[in-house]
């Protein structure tokens, strides 16, 4: 028994050794604040310095065009791949790397924390000639000034399974609408991230005028809890909450969902599998009546990069026409350099992703990071974190 | 020069050899220096860290943390209704877990420690451990191929016109008591290895039936090693996020750290306390019901 006394002591004396360290912590911890706007451009690209540390989605980073680049510049390319946006830049924060290809939910939060720096974009010869729509965007260009280059864009379909959704949906309505989304209970496939509530933004812009909607990612409290309150409704009919794609692929391929949003990827890897599968038509101009979320990749600058000169090269290397079609088949977009359409393998290549079609993409609202001053002077729009919560609370 | 310089060295081992000598505690502190060092600064230290950051904040415009101290993110996890379901959720799904597989871990360690051939034990120890040998992901994939709309469980069970659970709660509660049965099986058979067969035929010559040898005399002998048992499944369950997140649409705690863990690294924190504190009241009942007396 006398064993038994002991455990208790022990406990204590780890609570105890704990609380001392949390404090030590707690002490020198409350005294490195940074958020400077970032540091200068780069007035000239000089000699490589040898090596490139990269954070990229999958797919954009891959051996077929960092080896040549590496034998051109002598920049020895690394990448770390990340799975989502917060991830991204959650990894620029380490200032390890030096530069990101970020989505526009992740830019505005690496500008805002001064992780990024400008771009001066004179120095990067290849960025004339792509596509002008992609250029000075909210989602690249902050105060104006540039903050990184266009890599390509894609926007979120409606695609759904020809033999269970019938008549052929043209509208989000299909999945959002209770009444209508509830034919398809326990079918229907959503995408896992707080940004979807854009996607619900989209379709009450649309629907409920009265809400004044403009921008799905400035939305002030009262609009966001429409959004929040019609996903929180098409919960019940939700099979499927996807992140990956290859989870999406399997889930419609094993017909446990049959009608949702997806991206132009998931939807060509099903039609070459030859699902019965079906996305938005070209007669409603690909997208459904209201239009669509999507999103457009950019390649920014780490304020804290030890390579800025082989990081301006990849800059250059990655939109140059031969390379952007490169990536841009090896994932599945549309390609940001509009000499890119002429180097593609596969000849209709560029007509199937709308790569030149500016008609389509006015209709695709892409990805931004919800911030509080949204431009109408008021700073009373729901920032990144409140769409975070909620999209806790509308998964339940 | 060269015996020279080994005098030298012999001398100087000579030095250590006798400082340590008839210093029982300096050898035993030195001999433990490292591993302890190693648990007190990376382990109880990293823990430290993270829970020193659930009484920070996030700056809503960067989402850069600020490091003072405040309960806000207890605040939210008390006061927003979700996060009470969610934590309730998987203490339940947690409880549910343990019990299923004491139920059917039960009967085949029994079977394992008092019936089975040296042989037979030997090919069931090794087929329990079996599954722990492969990547758990290959096992949950394995389950979400079984699970789903056109998969085998659907087609086993169409010819008598019904359906599986497809994939949701019933599919977390069915995968996770089949990745942690081994850890409830293996004390269970230990705690019955220990429980001489005299007593059992005791039991018998005293003319109790099967069913009261059990309740009177092995239950109460293996209890502690089912408990032992639970803390595995229990705590395994409580903190797992992959399998909720391939084969349902629910959250559970370790989702939704999962998911806040890089935007709101405070509230993920105070969260991740949640299972923590859930625990040790865990471990204490445990020991009350002599789950620690053999370790």
Known sequence: MRTQAHPVRAAWLVIAGLLAVMLLLAGCGSSDDSSSGGGEELTKVGKGEGSLSLISWAGYVEPEWTKPFEQKTGCKVSDKVAGTSDEMVQLMRTGQYDGVSASGNASARLVDGGDVDPVNVSLVPNYKTIFSELKDQPYNTFDGVHYGIPHGRGANLLMWNVNDVKPAPTSWSVILDPKEAAKYKGKISAYDDPIYIADAAVYLKAHEPSLGIENPYELNEEQFNAAVDLLKEQRSNVGEYWSEAAKQISAFANGDVQVGTTWQYQYFELLGASEPIAASPASQGFLPKEGATGWSDTWMISSQAKHPNCMYMWMDWIVSPKVNAEVAQFFGEAPAQSLACEHTEEKNFCAKYHAENPAFWKRVYFWETPVSECGNGENDCMNYNDWLQAWTAIKG | ?295
């Open chain 2, 1 to 295: 020069m060269a015996s020279e310089a080994a005098v030298e060295r012999r001398s100087a081992g000579h030095r250590l050899a006798d400082l340590f000598h008839g210093r029982p505690r300096l050898q035993v502190g030195a001999l433990l220096a490292g591993p302890v060092g190693w648990l007190v600064i990376g382990y109880l230290g990293s823990l430290a860290v993270l829970l020193i950051a659930a009484f920070w904040t996030v700056s809503p415009l960067s989402g850069e943390l600020t490091r003072s101290l405040s309960l806000e993110n207890f605040e939210t996890l008390v006061n927003e209704p979700v996060y009470r379901d969610v934590i309730w959720r998987t203490v339940r799904i947690a409880a549910l877990v343990t019990i299923t597989d004491a139920i059917l871990a039960f009967p085949i360690a029994f079977y394992m420690a008092k019936i089975a051939s040296r042989r037979g034990k030997a090919i069931l120890v090794v087929a329990i451990l079996l599954p722990l040998w492969s990547s758990y992901l290959v096992k949950v994939y394995a389950w979400r191929t079984l699970l789903s709309s056109g998969g085998i469980i659907n087609w086993a069970l169409e010819p008598f016109g019904l359906h599986g659970p497809g994939f949701g709660i019933t599919a977390v509660w069915l995968v996770m008591s089949y990745l942690w049965l081994p850890y409830m099986i293996l004390p269970i058979y230990a705690g019955l290895e220990r429980i001489p067969d005299s007593l059992i035929s005791a039991s018998e010559d005293l003319g109790a039936s099967p069913f009261t040898t059990f309740r009177r005399v092995i239950l109460p002998l293996v209890f502690p090693a089912v408990v032992a048992g639970s803390i595995f499944t229990f705590s395994l369950t409580l903190g797992d996020f992959i399998t909720p997140k391939l084969v349902s649409n629910s959250q559970f705690i370790g989702t939704v750290v999962f998911n806040n863990f890089v935007t709101n690294l405070p509230l993920a924190s105070a969260l991740a306390m949640v299972p923590i504190v859930v625990m040790i009241a865990y471990l204490l009942v445990a020991r009350r019901l002599g789950a620690f007396e053999h370790i």
